[in-house]
């Protein structure tokens, strides 16, 4: 298997990768040999990957990363670098690489001592792989002095050395990172091919597998969950309720009460399955003895990890509660396909009574202020709007 199976519907990124894959292979064989590099040459030594949600941009940058260390036999008889099976390639897919640093955060951003710790790691040559590859998975997430930070390295960076940044699209990285940036565009994958990734190497049933696929919109990741989590359909069933939900105002104040609950429950989730594992082995890292007594001078430290931990689980709220307003707006663009009798097909088939009930109660302007709406509670949640009030105002907007 190789390393671009993981790309779903990628076929043009995929293409331009293999590409840049082979000149960087061939400039690292002319080095090794001392012969002067080829003259053209697709690789570069900074690459921007953006894309909506669950297109797989992360994938992308991983699978270059594990393309560029590959060592298999077979490149010196013509074949492409990314097998899959040698031990570059397997190792940086998994994580294990020691040239491969991936990034990737459970915080609300990334701050300036992480970014300066990979600056100084990027000016490393490789270990024993082919390059020193930096990946980071957020860089939307950087604050603008990390930004800054990152942008020297990029501008002037280690011989061999690869950054490979991901964001959701252009405007949430610096300009100044971007013009230095070799940037690819994913789009999202076509519902028929995500579903068909399910039932290949996820073993879902394809009637499950496309009804997965369909009500996420291709969107990979969420529709694996939906596919495989019990739990992520009930909690996607009682989101899709709550237009039917906001008839009064009490009815609007109880549904933005359970979602904000719901999300509650989930960052409290992870908070059980994480926090005490990194609690526990940071003090014992830190020589605490019997009855959790701790030695001196190790406060900061412990504190450090709560607040940590206390960012990560806001974190954790809001993404559960995006992925929620996610699933409604998916709900208000089905009312409007059908009052504007568009050819396209439900993505919530599964709830299409309720849909066909609000779409004759209203009118496509109303669905379209209710859709702008709940894309107002997501920006209030990324403008840092206590939860609850930001998803009560929205739901009495949803009442008018």
Known sequence: MAVWDDLIGQARVEEQLAAAARDADAFVTAHAAGEPA?????????????????SGRATAARAFAAALQCVSPDRALGGAPGCGFCDGCHTALVGTHADVEVVRTDLLSIGVKETRELVRRAQLSP??????????????????????????????????????????????VLPTIRSRCRHLTLRTPSVEAVADMLVRRDGVEPAAAQAAARATQGHIDHARRLATDERAR?????????????????????AAQELVDAA???????????????????????GGGQGGRMPRGTAGAMKELEERQKRRKTRTQRDSLDLALTDLTGFYRDVLTLQLRAASELANEDVRDAVERIARETTPERTLRR??????????????????LAVEAMTMALRD
């Open 127 to 172: 270990a024993g792989g082919r390059w020193q590859v930096i990946v980071l998975e957020d860089a939307d997430r950087l604050t603008e002095g990390a930004g800054n930070v990152l942008l020297k390295a990029v501008e002037e960076p280690a011989p061999r050395t690869v950054w490979l940044l991901c964001a959701p699209s252009l405007e949430d």
């Open 371 to 388: 859709i702008e709406a709940v894309l107002a509670c997501r920006e209030a949640l990324d403008r840092n709007v206590a939860p609850l």
């Open 38 to 54: 080829p003259e053209a040459s697709k690789m570069t030594h900074a690459w921007l990957f953006t894309g909506p949600p669950g």
């Open 234 to 254: 009930a909690r996607r069933a009682v989101v899709l309720k709550l237009p039917m939900r906001v008839g009064d105002i009490g009815g609007c104040l109880k």
């Open 264 to 286: 509650g429950e989930d960052a409290k989730q992870v908070a059980e399955e994480v926090d005490v594992k990194e609690t526990e082995e940071l003090k014992a890292a830190l």
